[in-house]
Each structure stands twice: as C-alpha cells, then as structure tokens.
Nanobody, 130 residues
Framework: QVQLVESGGDAVQAGGSLRLSCAAS??????MGWFRQAPGMEREFVAV????????????SVKGRFTISRDNARDNGQTMVYLRMNNLKPEDTAVYYC?????????????????????WGQGTQVTVSS
C-alpha cells in the first residue's frame, strides 16, 4: 500500500523557516514534488525533484527561498522528500502536499502539473503571520 505522510507544518512569523518532510512508502518513486493550496485558491506547484535529484524545478514565487531534497535510500525502504523553506512570507500560507509519480521510468523526468502525480499525501498546514 502506497502512503505519503507529510509533517513539519507549523505557524511561524514572516522571515522564519520551516522544513517539511514527506515519508513515502509502498513502492519506488520517480519524480516527487510539493504543491500547495491556500484557502479559496487553486492548488499550485511549488517544487519538484527527479528521482536522481539531477533535475529540480521551483515556482518563481519560491526560488531562492525554498530548497527541495530527497533521500531514496533509507534503510526502512522509505523515500523521503524535504522542503526547506526560508524567509517565509504571509503569502506562503497554505496546506502543503507531497506528490509522487511512479510510472515514468525515468530518473530525470519531472512535471510541474499536479495531474502528472498519482500519489498524494494528506497535507500539512503552514501559516505565516506578518
């Protein structure tokens, strides 16, 4: 059974930092990414990393502040993906979702489109106050 479990969301002040974690289990994954959804807004792409981590993309709104990383080789068989968020802004407030894709067969394939990802976590809330 595939599971993606996010953690690390919190309430912080503007300028603060957080690190989100996503523990993915149940199979091997190729591209893994983060998306977010603010109240009343559509889900939007945040960051993605290919399986090899050789290819990463960021939304323009988070470039230079957020860093995605992943660990494919944990002893317990899990794949971990992290999102380090620095210099947080109130507009970063949202539920953050981890997403994973398992069918591309490519260690370099990535997508910024949510519909490309089959597996999703339950989300973790990030709230940034001014």
């Amino acid at each position: 059974q595939v599971q993606l479990v996010e953690s690390g969301g919190d309430a912080v002040q503007a300028g603060g930092s957080l690190r989100l974690s996503c523990a993915a289990s149940g199979r091997s994954f190729y591209a893994m990414g983060w998306f977010r959804q603010a109240p009343g807004m559509e889900r939007e792409f945040v960051a993605v990393a290919s399986r090899s981590s050789a290819v990463v993309y960021y939304a323009d709104s988070v470039k230079g502040r957020f860093t995605i990383s992943r660990d494919n080789a944990r002893d317990n068989g899990q794949t971990m993906v992290y999102l380090r968020m620095n210099n947080l802004k109130p507009e970063d407030t949202a539920v953050y979702y981890c997403a994973a894709e398992a069918n591309s067969g490519s260690i370099r394939w990535v997508s910024t489109r949510g519909e490309s990802y089959r597996y999703w976590g339950q989300g973790t809330q990030v709230t940034v106050s001014s």
